[in-house]
C-alpha cells in the first residue's frame, strides 16, 4: 500500500518517515506547524487544515501498525536467556540502512499532538454545524442529488448562490459520494428581501435544464470565514440533510 500526501504541505510524510537528523528537530518543526494550524483555528479557520490533519493522523497510525507487522517478519536472535524461568528473549535484526525505531518514536511522539489540535478543529466545526440551519425550499423532489442551496457570507453582507450535483462513484471496497459545488452569484443581504422560495423561482426560469430542482436555504448568525469554514461546513451538512 501507497501512503500519499501532499508535498507542498509542511507535515508531509517525510517529515516522519526519513528520519535521519536530529530527532528534536523534527519535533520542533512539527510542534510549530500545529502552532500554526490552531492558530488558523483560533480565527475560526477550519479547512482544509481539518481534512489534512485527519488524514495524517489515520496515515500515521497506519505506518506504526504496518511496522509492527514489518517488525514481526524480520529476522530475530537470541538476546536473553532467561535459565531461572525457561524463556528467551528475542532481538529483532534489522537491516542495514533501515531506522525503523527512530520513525516508530516520533510518530508515537507526534500522534497526541495532532490529535489534540484536531479536537480543536473538531470543536469549531460542531459549533458551526450546529448553528447552520438548513431548510429545504419548496417542494422537495424524490431525486435530490442535484439543485440549488444559498448560504449567507455574513461577513460580506450577502446571500450566495450554489448549484450542487452529487457524484456516486465505487472502488473495489466501498461506494463514495462527492459533492460538487459551482458558485452561480450573490444576492445583497436585505436589498429586496427576496425570500428563499422566490430566489429559487428566479433559477428555474434561467436554468431550464433544472425544472424541479431540490433547493435548500441555511441561515446562520456566525461571520466566520466563508471559505475555510462556512461553506465545507455547509456542504457536509447538505450532504447529511440529503441522505437522511
Same mark, same amino acid.
Given at each position: +500500500?501507497?501512503?500519499?500526501?501532499? *508535498?507542498?504541505?509542511? =507535515?508531509? &510524510?517525510?517529515?516522519? /518517515?526519513?528520519?535521519?537528523?536530529?530527532?528534536?528537530?523534527?519535533?520542533?518543526?512539527?510542534?510549530?506547524?500545529?502552532?500554526?494550524?490552531?492558530?488558523?483555528? #483560533?480565527?475560526?479557520?477550519?479547512?482544509?487544515?481539518?481534512? *489534512?490533519?485527519?488524514?495524517?493522523?489515520?496515515?500515521?497510525?497506519?505506518?506504526?501498525?504496518?511496522?509492527?507487522?514489518?517488525?514481526?517478519?524480520?529476522?530475530?536472535?537470541?538476546?536473553?536467556?532467561?535459565?531461572?524461568?525457561?524463556?528467551?528473549?528475542?532481538?529483532?535484526?534489522?537491516?542495514?540502512? /533501515?531506522?525503523?525505531?527512530?520513525?516508530?518514536?516520533?510518530? *508515537?511522539?507526534?500522534?497526541?499532538?495532532?490529535?489534540?489540535?484536531?479536537? *480543536?478543529?473538531?470543536? @469549531?466545526?460542531?459549533?458551526?454545524?450546529?448553528?447552520?440551519?438548513?431548510?429545504?425550499?419548496?417542494?422537495?423532489?424524490?431525486?435530490?442529488?442535484?439543485?440549488?442551496?444559498? &448560504?449567507?457570507?455574513?461577513?460580506? #453582507?450577502? =446571500?450566495?448562490?450554489?448549484?450542487?450535483?452529487?457524484? @456516486?462513484?465505487?472502488?473495489?471496497?466501498? #461506494?463514495?459520494?462527492?459533492?460538487?459545488?459551482?458558485?452561480?452569484?450573490?444576492?445583497?443581504?436585505?436589498?429586496?428581501? &427576496?425570500?428563499?422560495?422566490? @430566489?429559487?423561482?428566479?433559477?428555474?426560469?434561467?436554468?431550464?435544464? =433544472?425544472?424541479?430542482?431540490? /433547493?435548500?436555504?441555511?441561515?446562520?448568525?456566525?461571520?466566520?470565514?466563508?471559505? #475555510?469554514?462556512?461553506?465545507?461546513?455547509?456542504?457536509?451538512?447538505? +450532504?447529511?440533510?440529503?441522505?437522511?
Amino acid at each position: +500500500m501507497r501512503f500519499r500526501m501532499k *508535498e507542498e504541505s509542511p =507535515l508531509s &510524510l517525510n517529515l516522519f /518517515t526519513k528520519v535521519q537528523d536530529d530527532l528534536e528537530k523534527r519535533q520542533y518543526i512539527i510542534l510549530g506547524e500545529l502552532k500554526k494550524i490552531s492558530t488558523e483555528f #483560533q480565527y475560526y479557520k477550519v479547512y482544509p487544515h481539518l481534512s *489534512e490533519l485527519i488524514q495524517l493522523n489515520n496515515t500515521l497510525k497506519e505506518i506504526t501498525n504496518r511496522l509492527s507487522d514489518l517488525r514481526s517478519k524480520f529476522p530475530k536472535r537470541i538476546g536473553k536467556v532467561d535459565w531461572v524461568n525457561q524463556t528467551i528473549e528475542h532481538e529483532v535484526v534489522f537491516v542495514d540502512g /533501515t531506522d525503523l525505531a527512530a520513525v516508530e518514536d516520533l510518530i *508515537e511522539w507526534a500522534l497526541p499532538h495532532i490529535q489534540s489540535v484536531i479536537q *480543536e478543529g473538531i470543536s @469549531i466545526h460542531e459549533f458551526v454545524e450546529d448553528d447552520l440551519k438548513i431548510e429545504h425550499v419548496g417542494i422537495l423532489p424524490n431525486y435530490r442529488e442535484e439543485g440549488y442551496f444559498f &448560504l449567507p457570507d455574513n461577513c460580506k #453582507q450577502k =446571500l450566495k448562490l450554489f448549484r450542487f450535483e452529487v457524484s @456516486i462513484f465505487q472502488s473495489s471496497e466501498d #461506494q463514495y459520494r462527492s459533492l460538487k459545488t459551482t458558485f452561480l452569484k450573490a444576492l445583497k443581504q436585505g436589498s429586496a428581501m &427576496l425570500s428563499p422560495g422566490s @430566489i429559487k423561482l428566479d433559477l428555474i426560469r434561467e436554468v431550464k435544464e =433544472l425544472p424541479n430542482p431540490a /433547493t435548500f436555504s441555511f441561515d446562520t448568525r456566525l461571520d466566520f470565514s466563508f471559505q #475555510q469554514t462556512l461553506l465545507p461546513v455547509a456542504k457536509r451538512k447538505l +450532504m447529511q440533510t440529503i441522505y437522511n
